[in-house]
């Protein structure tokens, strides 16, 4: 049925965040057997024929598993970039770069949900301004095997056998952690009812509450372990380097 919930649900989540010391942020998300590294450098400085008067400069890079450069690659590049521009506040930045690195490591489906959750991940560890945290879930629809029932089967964060030849339809939804709209989504398929649409993205706001979770939880174990951090919130002088 459509509104069954019987598939409303995510592989176990993993994250690390801060584990590359070359770049400003960094996170790895692991969702299943999906894993998805991405390093953030910037702000940094542009070359002049990139440069924007009113705005940094973004640059996105995506490279699979694989090795090889595939269209696919371009494809996710355009899904990420449309992301960021949708959360970083770009302006604030004027005259410069901020550079997105993207490796997916494994590849087990859901793998742009899985790549936009760390997206926001690492760019809360370096720091840049954002309009709001964001979170991505994904469903696809398959065919129903019920003679007196057309509706089609609904299958949340698939893996890649689930997203196999006989999916009809692909979703990718991201929400803000404010008002958990939509700020991105992106549909491919054949033909979608309104109806259905609506309910797919009711449904995926009920996951992506879960991930906002996570999220929380994990900085907040992140910042414990973090020195600097408990010497700020413990107002110690060694924070403002007025300490030995």
């Known amino acids: 049925m459509l509104g069954d919930d019987t598939h409303l649900k995510l592989r176990p989540i993993e994250s690390e965040v801060s584990l590359l010391g070359n770049c400003d942020g960094s996170a790895r998300v692991r969702q299943g057997s999906t894993s998805v ?3 953030i450098w910037g702000p940094v400085e542009v070359r002049q024929s990139r440069e924007l008067p009113d705005k940094a400069t973004l640059e996105v890079s995506v490279k699979y598993c694989t090795g090889q450069g595939t269209p696919r690659d371009t494809y996710s590049e355009d899904v990420v970039a449309s992301v960021c521009r949708e959360v970083i506040l770009l302006s604030e930045h004027p005259r410069t770069s901020i550079q997105v ?3 997916v490591e494994s590849d087990d489906g ?27 879930v994904c469903c696809v629809t398959n065919p129903t095997t ?8 609904v299958t949340w964060d698939p893996t890649c056998e689930e997203e196999g030849d006989d999916t009809t339809a692909r979703y990718l939804f991201v929400y803000d952690s404010d ?10 398929g054949g033909q979608c009812e309104v109806r259905e649409y ?6 995926g706001r009920q996951l992506a509450n879960q991930i ?6 994990s900085f907040e174990k992140f910042l ?7 010497l700020l919130l413990s107002g110690s002088d060694k924070v403002k380097g007025n300490g030995p």
Request: charge should be positive.
């Open 101 to 103: 690195n993207v490796q």
């Open 224 to 230: 414990r372990k973090d020195v600097k951090f408990q």
């Open 110 to 136: 859901s793998v742009l949900a899985v790549t936009a959750n760390a997206l926001c991940l690492a760019l809360m560890d370096a720091g840049l301004p954002l309009r709001s945290q964001f979170a991505a």
């Open 37 to 39: 590294l991405v390093g």
């Open 212 to 217: 906002f979770s996570y999220f929380r939880e």
């Open 179 to 188: 008002s958990r709209n939509v700020i991105f989504s992106n549909y491919t």
């Open 198 to 203: 609506l309910l797919y993205l009711q449904k």
């Open 146 to 153: 019920n003679d007196t029932d057309t509706t089609p089967t």
